[in-house]
């Protein structure tokens, strides 16, 4: 089975103009993200629609597309870009890998649980990342998406609420009384299926919650997930790098 890891890396961003290209430590952030996936996968390519980007990745020998201007998700980005690839190595690529450019210090063992959902389950059509809840507060964080599985740890249902909601219980002490999970954003999804997520119009679901993931649900495919205990984060604004910074960064790349 062949898995590429495509990075969507958008230079514009409200909070964060840049982004892709801030420092950490001597390294760009998608050179960051780029090494770390590597240590995972060997094919890997960035997705962009900057010439920025475009010459910094070429900058540090990585691989990159062009893809449009007009994509509403990453995952419309990634689904361009692994046809792209396949035209520049004439490979063919099974599973596609959606690694957020804004995570440098996402861990390689990540990459190898979201595989695992697919390497002997010829039934998985996209994957997914859950970590456990480990503080009450965090079940009523809008920022912080639950996940509700079924018995096959298929998801469910995905929200910004906190669910399930446990009936009659304290909410201090709704930990204590079942196993929330909460959403990591590494996805991958068969080639074949990426590219109908692709051409699936916007559901009332998403639109509410401003869940991406939402659509998928309501038109009916199957979204697998995988536990990790990292407690990684992605970067939002200049303020978290820094913090990031000064927390110390060597022990996400040992």
Known sequence: MNFIVIIPSRYESTRFP????????????????YEQASKAIS???????????????????????????DHRSGTDRCAEAVLKATEITGKT???VINVQGDEPFMQPHEIELITECFI????????TLIQPILKNEDI????????????EQNAT????SPIPHIFGVDESKWLENYPFYGHVGLYAYRNNVLQKLAKLTEGLLEKVESLEQLRWLENGFKIKTNVTDSDNFGIDTPEDLAFAIAGGIDKYYL
């Open 93 to 95: 690529y099974d599973v």
């Open 157 to 160: 249902y995905f929200s910004r």
């Open 140 to 151: 009523f964080r809008p920022d912080m998406v639950k996940v509700i599985l079924d018995k």
């Open 18 to 33: 840049g982004k892709p290209l801030a420092d950490i430590c001597g390294k760009m952030m998608i050179q960051r993200v």
């Open 120 to 127: 002997g389950s010829p039934d998985t059509e996209i994957a």
């Open 43 to 69: 094919e890997i390519w960035v997705a962009t629609d900057d010439e920025r980007i475009v010459d910094a990745v070429k900058s540090f020998g990585g691989n990159v597309v062009m893809t449009s201007l």
